[in-house]
């Protein structure tokens, strides 16, 4: 009877290790899909925020892939990074659960890093984006450090002028800090008044503070100064460094390779700082009709990307110096560039007639119902109808052969007029 259930017992042992065996085996093998499905959604998602495509990258490859795969997307890093983990409930076999009193199923987790990639094609990365603020300042120029001071403050949402300005006032709305010297004007707790030369929704002109450099209050070449700036749409604040030269510490502007292009051609934008980043403060390009950051670099003090469409759309950009990302909290930001891709229009052709006489030439542009068309062009001018379909133009010189056709639909067409 004992040699009997001594076998029973290692019966019942070597099954235990026979399952044991096969459950870690699947374990390992179940583990090791899902580190290459997180990897796989990682590389998808450092280009792009739709879910679809990152839940498409994680199943692929994995032939059980069910409900209960759990697949969660975040950003480390400070936003550098982005990070996919991709969880699997693994069933447990039912004799084991019973026996041993363990749960049905047993969780297995893997995760994947991948740095965030701003590409050019149109792709965003999946970052926490802030929109906008109403109130922005540009550029602050200093023209003059003495007994008095000179300052131009630029940017937008100023709002109309507060009441005694143009003039002398002290007031919520503006306020005038040193750093450097720990003093401030402009407030009523200041104690400081301002003079006001001009205040409108883009532009302050500020030609005097109280007591400047009579006192305490004064005001050196290399102080690190600060502007807020209070209105009813928001508020703004802007750091930089008072140099008589009229240099700003913290200035960008923004450049684009075409502001009008058809769907075709991509636009190459160009962000350029007054400063080079610092790692954390760097400048960038953002679109401000999407809501996205572009292109950021926290080193160097120019960044350009390259953006395209495909389709006809008008998209709003600027460039900003500050952290990655935290465009409400940027330290300066540009003026906005306004990208319009036009769809292509129908094909037209175009011929030039030269005229000897008055060394002159007309050109005649043929397409479908031209007429009702508008074509422009440097040196072409006097449109005439001809016919529905054809359409002449006065050039002023024989080299006048290139031009465009502004359709009603909103569409364009380009030639270049051929000599007859």
């Not at 990897?39 to 495509?53: L, N």
């Not at 960044?303 to 465009?327: I, M, W």
């Not at 005649?364 to 007429?371: A, H, R, T, W």
């Not at 050039?395 to 290139?402: H, I, L, N, P, T």
Request: hydrophobic share 40%.
């Amino acid at each position: 009877m004992t040699t009997l259930l001594t076998r029973v017992w290692w019966m019942f042992v070597a099954l235990l290790m026979l399952f044991g065996t096969l459950f870690f085996a699947l374990y390992g093998h179940m583990a090791n899909q899902l580190a290459a499905a997180a990897k796989r959604a990682a590389s998808v998602a450092a280009i792009t925020a739709d879910t679809s495509a990152i839940d498409d990258a994680a199943e692929a490859g994995l032939p059980w892939f069910e409900p209960s795969t759990d697949i969660r997307v975040q950003t480390v890093h400070q936003d550098d990074m982005v990070q996919v983990s991709v969880t699997h409930n693994l069933s447990v076999f039912p004799v084991l659960t019973h026996v041993l009193g363990i749960p049905d199923t047993i969780p297995v987790t893997r995760v994947a890093t991948e740095a965030l990639d701003y590409p050019h094609n149109g792709l965003h990365a999946l970052v926490t984006q802030a929109s906008p603020s109403p109130v922005a300042i540009h550029a602050v120029q200093l023209d003059e450090i003495g007994s008095q001071v000179h300052l131009y403050v630029e940017g937008y949402g100023f709002g109309p002028a507060p009441q005694g300005v143009p003039g002398t006032t002290m007031q919520a709305h503006f306020v005038f800090r040193d750093l450097t010297e720990g003093w401030f004007a402009g407030s009523p707790s200041s104690g400081l008044a301002i003079t006001y030369a001009a205040w409108t929704p883009n532009e302050i002109e500020v030609t005097g503070i109280e007591d400047l450099n009579r006192g305490t209050e004064r005001l050196n070449p290399g102080d690190v100064c600060q502007i807020q700036l209070r209105t009813a749409s928001g508020q703004a604040v802007y750091d930089f460094v008072a140099d008589p030269a009229g240099s700003t510490k913290d200035a960008v502007s923004i450049e684009a390779s075409g502001t009008r292009v058809p769907t075709t051609d991509p636009v190459t934008l160009t962000a350029t700082s007054s400063v080079s980043g610092n790692g954390v403060d760097g400048v960038g390009l953002y679109n401000a009709t999407t809501g996205q950051t572009v292109a950021w670099s926290g080193a160097g003090d120019r960044v350009a990307a390259l953006v395209s469409r495909g389709v006809g759309a008008t998209e709003d950009y600027y460039a900003y110096y500050g952290p990655k990302s935290q465009v409400a909290t940027a330290l300066a930001t540009s003026q906005n560039v306004a990208v319009t891709w036009v769809p292509p229009g129908p094909s037209v052709t175009a011929v030039m007639y030269l005229d000897p006489t008055s060394r002159g030439a007309v050109v005649d542009v043929y397409g479908p119902d031209i007429q009702s068309a508008t074509v422009e062009g440097v040196g072409l001018s006097n449109p005439t109808v001809i016919t529905n379909d054809d359409l002449a133009l006065t050039a002023a010189s024989a080299s006048d052969d290139v031009g465009e056709v502004l359709w009603p639909n909103g569409t364009e067409s380009s030639f270049t007029a051929l000599e007859n």
